[in-house]
């Protein structure tokens, strides 16, 4: 089946420093792949759309020079959280579709957490 | 897309069938109705999807009522692994954005 794969599933970094995300389709290519965040007990939110070759498409309220979002092949997509604060800490998850009418798959998720 | 309503949480004893409930009232002739879920740390995981006939593959089953107003996953025999946060979203098929509700948290009991 269709596999995503994320990089790395955790990290702990000092605040004001980036942090890089990636998000591989392994087994498939992906035009767009999409970016979310959870908190603690809370559901995942869409942060943004990522498109191959072209600019992503951020959600409402989401800073797009906080996250850089670059999609410059058609399996890698990376997600950078420019200097980092504590209150960015969260999981971040990202997902593929295979192919038009195709379910999402995801990615096991980037803990992030920001000292 | 369509909103959901789902129970916030629900209990299941071990090797029962675990039947979660989903409403989508306001659903659409050209949505699709898709569940996932969530194992905790970890990214939610398909499960299936339907239109407006009955689906079943290895995982689950999809029962969707006539008017598609509503529709019901279940987990024929329920394990302890599955216990999880399971989300039911409706969605447009062309469309891929994933909006996720708050779910139901499915504890499967010993």
């Known amino acids: 089946g269709a596999v995503v794969s994320q990089h790395p599933s955790w990290v702990i970094c000092k605040s004001g420093t980036s942090v890089k995300i990636e998000c591989r389709s392994l087994?498939?290519?992906?035009?767009?792949m999409f970016w979310y965040r959870q908190f603690p007990k809370q559901s995942l939110m869409l942060m943004a759309t990522?498109?191959?070759?072209?600019?992503?498409?951020?959600e409402q309220g989401v800073e797009k020079d906080k996250f850089l979002i670059n999609h410059a092949s058609l399996t890698l997509s990376t997600l950078t959280v420019t200097s980092a604060h504590p209150e960015d800490s969260s999981f971040y998850i990202c997902s593929a579709s295979p192919g038009f009418g195709q379910p999402q798959h995801f990615g096991d998720g980037t803990r992030l957490s920001i000292l | 897309d369509a909103k959901t309503t789902q129970p916030p949480s629900m209990d299941c004893a071990e090797g029962r069938a675990a039947n979660l409930p989903c409403n989508h009232s306001?659903?659409?002739?050209?949505?699709?109705v898709y569940w996932y879920r969530q194992i905790h740390s970890q990214g939610p995981q398909y499960i299936i999807h339907g239109l407006k006939n009955n689906e079943t593959n290895e995982m689950a089953s999809l029962i969707i009522t006539e008017d598609r107003k509503s529709s019901t996953l279940i987990l024929p025999h329920a394990t302890l692994r599955d216990t999880a946060v399971y989300y039911c979203?409706?969605?447009?098929?062309?469309?891929?954005?994933?909006?996720f509700g708050q779910g139901t948290r499915l504890t499967i009991n010993p």
């Open positions: 979203i409706v969605r447009i098929q062309g469309a891929q954005k994933l909006v």
């Open positions: 990522s498109n191959e070759g072209s600019k992503a498409t951020y």
């Open positions: 087994d498939f290519q992906a035009t767009t």
């Open positions: 306001t659903i659409s002739g050209n949505e699709y």
